[in-house]
């Protein structure tokens, strides 16, 4: 089956949500299933233009979600005018980032906070994981889904979100 015939696109900002995307597919822990992706994988895209280019332009027989898995609330994502009543985009917000999920699960959020330190920098500096942007290290970390559930279902918790967000844990079955 080639993309064309796919319902849903996710793409990852980066290895970690990569891996963390993965993970939840590979378990069916997701609203969506790897049979519904393009080529049955998350993809890595930031530009709306070379996604469009990669993917749209080839002909689909129907509508497309796109999940965008991010920390960023500012990276704008459109598509031309000729696909845009194909597309629906949904933007999934792991701001600041989603080592979050490494820091809640060691149960360090609060020694965290108090750090001034990015999320990423406080597990490599203080928690001495160097690798937590490597999509194995992630993959292997959250080996456990269980594992994994927790910390997204901790740190929306704790978040304030905003109400015309969506987070991973909207993802959930």
């Known amino acids: 089956m080639t993309g064309r015939y796919a319902s849903a696109a996710c793409l990852a900002e980066g290895a970690a949500e990569q891996a963390v995307m993965d993970i939840l597919l590979d378990h069916d822990l997701l609203i969506f299933e790897r049979e519904d992706l393009i080529d049955r994988k998350v993809l890595r ?3 709306a233009e070379k996604f469009e280019q990669r993917y749209l332009r080839k002909g689909f027989s129907g509508p497309i ?7 960023s609330r500012r990276e704008n994502f ?3 005018r000729a696909y845009r009543h194909l597309v629906k985009v949904i933007n999934v917000i792991t701001a600041p980032e989603i080592e979050m999920l490494i820091i809640l699960n060691e149960g360090c959020y609060e020694h965290y906070k108090r ?3 990015k999320p990423s920098e406080f597990c490599k500096s203080i928690l001495k994981l160097k ?3 490597n999509y194995d290290f992630v993959k292997n970390y ?18 304030k979100i905003r109400k015309d967000e969506d987070t991973l844990q909207d993802l959930l079955k």
């Open 142 to 159: 959250f080996s456990d889904p269980d594992v994994l559930v927790y910390a997204i279902r901790e740190y929306t918790r704790i978040s």
């Open 131 to 133: 690798e937590v942007k």
């Open 45 to 47: 895209f930031r530009s």
């Open 78 to 80: 459109s598509v031309s």
């Open 115 to 117: 750090s001034g330190q």
């Open 65 to 71: 979600t796109i999940y965008r898995i991010l920390d």
